[in-house]
């Protein structure tokens, strides 16, 4: 059996059992997002940082960038703290995490307006480290798998975002933009993304 290139610069990691170390992250992740669900449905929001987990752990990424997968929307969304994150996993994760994490208030505890968070995000992200692009491709990739299979099923999409369909297909091909990289890991990942951008920007919503 041939060997493609992706095996020799990234050779496969045993995955099984897990640490105790991503155990703990999934339990984190589990308890920090219990009374939240996904975008227009019921379904309970773990699904979305296990799906993240799994996309990097297929791709080749280490345990530390899948378990700051499983964690990426902690800081952002729950009351979890980057310190928390640090003291538990490590100034690794904890430094993904908070790359990962979009300001949500101003400096006097103020909602900040979407367009306005998106596009200082893109910023940070474009200056962000390959651990960091990889797991926003990662989240990036699931939303739009979900957005796909949700107007596959004829569920309402756009109302549920704070912007409307044009400004939230602009910023993902903004985010894309921002995650060039010559690691093949996370090339393999924007393709993908890319590829899904376009079907979901082709169906009517």
């Not at 990234?10 to 170390?21: G, K, T, Y």
């Not at 993904?96 to 505890?109: M, P, Q, R, T, Y």
């Not at 903004?174 to 996370?186: F, Q, T, V």
């Not at 993304?193 to 079907?199: K, P």
């Amino acid at each position: 059996m041939s060997t493609s290139r992706l095996d020799h610069d990234h050779p496969a990691r045993p995955s099984i059992p897990p640490s105790l170390a991503f155990e703990r992250a999934l339990r984190l992740a589990a308890v920090g997002h219990r009374d939240q669900v996904r975008k227009g449905s019921e379904t309970p929001y773990i699904e979305h940082p296990m799906a993240v987990a799994l996309i990097l752990d297929r791709s080749g990424f280490d345990e530390e960038v899948v378990i700051a997968g499983l964690l990426h929307d902690l800081v952002e969304d729950t009351d979890v703290t980057l310190d928390e994150i640090c003291r538990s996993f490590g100034g690794r994760v904890a430094s993904i995490v908070e790359g990962c994490s979009e300001k949500k208030v101003d400096a006097e505890g103020r909602k900040r307006p979407w367009s306005d968070r998106k596009r200082d995000h893109v910023a940070v992200v474009s200056r962000s480290s390959d651990d960091v692009q990889a797991v926003v491709l990662a989240d990036k990739l699931h939303n739009l798998i979900s957005i796909e299979l949700d107007l596959s099923d004829n569920r309402p999409v756009w109302s549920s975002f704070h912007a409307d369909r044009t400004q939230v297909l602009a910023y993902y091909e903004a985010m894309l933009a921002a995650c060039e990289s010559r690691d093949s890991r996370l090339t393999r990942l924007l393709d993908e993304c890319r590829a899904r951008l376009r079907q979901v920007a082709s169906m009517d919503g």
